[in-house]
C-alpha cells in the first residue's frame, strides 16, 4: 500500500493581479522587497485586499496549509515513504512532495520555498509543480480508490477506514484545504466515497494527523496477521 | 478526567541580553521596530547571534513550540474542556492557556501574542503567565500523575497509557519543546513515569497529536462501559 494523501482546494495562491493595487499589498511589496506577483496571498497580511475578492473566506491561508503539509510530512508512514503527499491549490496547481521530503517547520521559510516554486515551477525535485485539476491529479496518480473527507460525508470508524485503506494498492485521501467551507462540486465528484470521520468539524491539520497515524496502525496490524495485501505480497 | 498537557522546556525567550549587539539581532530590531528585548529569539531570523549560546541547540525554536501547541489546542478534547494546556519555557516561565483557548494560526501573530505575554506576564485572562520550574509547575497543579514522554523512556503501547490516563482525575503528560536532546536531570525526577510511545523519534507535534486523539478514544470506551473514573462519577 502507498496512501496518496491530498491537501485540495488548499489556499495557497500568489497574490491576483487585482489586488496588486491595494495599499496592503503595496505597503507589503515594499516591506519584502518584492513584486506582488511573487508574494504569497496572506488574510494575516492582505486582509484589507482580500475584501475585494468574491471568494476570499476560502483563500490567503497559507498558514493553515502549512500547518496541514507537516501533520503528513512529519510522521514515520510519510518518512519511510508509503505515502506521498500533494498540495493541489485553488488555482489548480499541484504541488507534489519528494518521498521522505521535510517542509521548512518555520512559517517564513515555508513562505519563501512555496512563493519560489509557484513562480519557478520546476517539473522534478524535492517539490514538483504542474498545473491541474483535482480530478486530473487522482487520474495521473493511477489511484485505485480515493476518499474525500468531510463534514458533509457518511460517518465512518476511522479505524475502519484505515484498514480498508490498506488493504488497497494506492488509495487517495484528500482532506480540504481552506478554512471554511465544502469541496466544490466538480472535485466531489471525482470521489469514490465521502466520509465524515468525526461528529464535530475538525480542523483540516487534526484530520490529516489522525488518519495518518490510523493507517499506521492499520498497516502495523495488518502486517502482525499476513494477511492478503501486506507488504509481503 | 482532566488531561493537564504540558510543553515543557521549550524553545520560547525574549533575545537574551547577551545577544542584543549582534549584527543579526541589530537589523531584525530595524526591521521590526522593536526592542530585542521584546522579541522572541528565533534561530530562522537569530542565527549567527545563537552561535554564541551554549545551549543553542536547545533554544529559539517558537515555531516548533507554536505547532506543538496548535496539534493540543485544535482537538476535541481542548475545545470540550477536558484538556488544559502549559507551555514551561526552558527560561522557567509558565504560559497556561484557558479553557478553550483557540491560539493565533498564523504563526506572525502566534509570535506577536507570545511576545506579549513574556513582556506583560499578564497573571490572568486567556493566557496567564508566571515564574515556576517544571516541578514547581507539576505540583501547583496538583496532579495525581505525571508521565514525561522521551525516547529515553520504556517502551509503552500508546492504548494501554491512555487507557490509563483516563481513569486518573489530573493526569499530567509532558512532552518536549526543543528541537533536539532530552529533559534535564531536575525535570526528569520530577516525572512518575518516563514513556517511549514510538520506536522512532517522533516530533513533539506529532507525539502530541497522537497522545491526545488516542485520550479521546480511551475517554470514549470508558464512557461506553461505564467503569469508575468515567465523568458520570
Same mark, same amino acid.
Given at each position: 500500500?502507498?496512501?496518496?494523501?491530498?491537501?485540495?482546494?488548499?489556499?495557497?495562491?500568489?497574490?491576483?493581479?487585482?489586488?496588486?493595487?491595494?495599499?496592503?499589498?503595496?505597503?507589503?511589496?515594499?516591506?519584502?522587497?518584492?513584486?506582488?506577483?511573487?508574494?504569497?496571498?496572506?488574510?494575516?497580511?492582505?486582509?484589507?485586499?482580500?475584501?475585494?475578492?468574491? =471568494?476570499?473566506?476560502? %483563500?490567503?491561508? !497559507?498558514?493553515? #496549509?502549512?500547518?496541514?503539509?507537516?501533520?503528513?510530512?512529519?510522521? $514515520?508512514?510519510?518518512?519511510?515513504?508509503?505515502?506521498?503527499?500533494?498540495?493541489?491549490?485553488?488555482?489548480?496547481?499541484?504541488?507534489?512532495?519528494?518521498?521522505?521530503?521535510r517542509p521548512p517547520k518555520s512559517y517564513a521559510r515555508f513562505r519563501n520555498l512555496m512563493e519560489k516554486m509557484l513562480v519557478?515551477?520546476?517539473?522534478?525535485?524535492?517539490?514538483?509543480v504542474r498545473e491541474s485539476t483535482l480530478p486530473q491529479l487522482l487520474k495521473s496518480i493511477g489511484t485505485d480508490h480515493s476518499?474525500?473527507?468531510?463534514?458533509?460525508?457518511?460517518?465512518?470508524?476511522?479505524?475502519?477506514?484505515?484498514? =480498508?485503506?490498506?488493504? %488497497?494498492?494506492? !488509495?487517495?485521501? #484528500?482532506?480540504?484545504?481552506?478554512?471554511?467551507?465544502?469541496?466544490? $462540486?466538480?472535485?466531489?465528484k471525482a470521489f469514490d466515497d465521502l466520509a465524515r470521520i468525526d461528529d464535530k468539524s475538525l480542523d483540516a491539520h487534526v484530520?490529516?494527523?489522525?488518519?495518518?497515524?490510523?493507517?499506521?496502525?492499520?498497516?502495523?496490524?495488518?502486517?502482525?496477521?499476513?494477511?492478503?495485501?501486506?507488504?509481503?505480497?
Amino acid at each position: 500500500m502507498k496512501l496518496h494523501f491530498v491537501i485540495a482546494e488548499a489556499a495557497l495562491e500568489l497574490i491576483p493581479e487585482s489586488l496588486w493595487r491595494d495599499p496592503s499589498v503595496r505597503s507589503d511589496e515594499k516591506r519584502r522587497e518584492m513584486e506582488p506577483s511573487q508574494i504569497l496571498l496572506d488574510r494575516s497580511v492582505h486582509h484589507s485586499a482580500m475584501l475585494k475578492l468574491k =471568494d476570499g473566506f476560502r %483563500r490567503g491561508r !497559507p498558514d493553515l #496549509v502549512h500547518l496541514t503539509l507537516l501533520s503528513a510530512t512529519s510522521t $514515520p508512514l510519510h518518512q519511510e515513504g508509503q505515502a506521498k503527499v500533494y498540495i493541489h491549490t485553488i488555482g489548480d496547481v499541484v504541488l507534489e512532495f519528494g518521498e521522505g521530503t521535510r517542509p521548512p517547520k518555520s512559517y517564513a521559510r515555508f513562505r519563501n520555498l512555496m512563493e519560489k516554486m509557484l513562480v519557478e515551477r520546476p517539473e522534478s525535485g524535492l517539490v514538483s509543480v504542474r498545473e491541474s485539476t483535482l480530478p486530473q491529479l487522482l487520474k495521473s496518480i493511477g489511484t485505485d480508490h480515493s476518499t474525500g473527507l468531510s463534514v458533509q460525508g457518511a460517518p465512518v470508524r476511522l479505524e475502519a477506514l484505515a484498514d =480498508d485503506l490498506v488493504k %488497497r494498492k494506492n !488509495p487517495a485521501v #484528500v482532506v480540504g484545504g481552506f478554512p471554511r467551507g465544502h469541496f466544490l $462540486p466538480a472535485d466531489l465528484k471525482a470521489f469514490d466515497d465521502l466520509a465524515r470521520i468525526d461528529d464535530k468539524s475538525l480542523d483540516a491539520h487534526v484530520v490529516t494527523a489522525r488518519v495518518i497515524y490510523e493507517v499506521e496502525k492499520a498497516s502495523a496490524r495488518q502486517l502482525a496477521k499476513g494477511v492478503p495485501g501486506s507488504s509481503s505480497h
